[in-house]
């Protein structure tokens, strides 16, 4: 079989420090590879998802993005949003607007924003949220016991093109406790199915002086069943839900994730009421790890 060489970065994200954040694997010049090929690569990287950047269909866009993980394809992706927004400015780019990066994805386009710091953020998209019905409720509550559920932030289901089962606990400290093993772990992973999420968001408030406004954990429960590091889609799902549910902490607040896999993945999260359209950003530090070529 013919092979060509592109450029490849391995990025960590959500963090500033490597090995804490979430790694993703960039491959450029990706153009004229096939879905069963990108999706060989992506169970080869064996990361949480795999980035494949080639040009983009809509002269808006600077950059089109097709994100795997190592089973399917996903229409977006936060980490891998800005992961790639970092690999891309890494190896040189310079977007057609300064400080603005428009990634053209399979939900569409998706606008980065460059912050003062140089960290990258993304405009969540639109998403559909929707409330369990009792009697699911009924089955999450036991499943999850003895960690409590707030039902003052009914658990929903939140859809942003990477759909999730959002669902508060007291605080972080049920969050970080909480397990799911045995009857409880397949109870949850039937709802997730039932509702056609992917896996579950679970998050729970810190103390006024903690290290964040909210501890989360994101487990995945259908065609990969770990839990992931730093989820930038689940942040805005749970951002969007706490709009929906007028349960904003603030203006802005911020995200630990990833504790209990011992990182430190921090997710800063503004809301930009003035703009039009209301967008949420979700935004966070990368760092290159591994710069290089890679074979394909």
Known sequence: MSSRTVQFKQVDVFTPVPFKGNP????????????????????????????????????????????????????FAGHPTLGSAHALIDSGYAPKTPGRLVQECGVGLVTLAERENGEWAFAAPPATVVPLTAAQTDRLAAALAPAVIDFSAPPAAVDNGAPWLVVRVSDAAQCLALTLAGDARASVAALVAETGMHGIAVYGPHAPDGPATFELRVILLGAENIEDPVTGSANAALATLLRAQDRRPGERFTVRQGTALSRDGRVSIVYDDAASGAPIWIGGASVTVIDGIFRI
């Open 24 to 75: 993703l694997a960039v491959i450029f010049d990706a153009e004229g590879l096939s879905s069963e090929r990108m999706q060989e690569i992506a169970r080869w990287t064996n990361l949480s998802e795999t980035a494949f950047l080639m040009p983009p269909t809509d002269p808006r866009a600077d950059y089109r993005v097709r994100i795997f993980t190592t089973a399917v394809e996903l229409p």
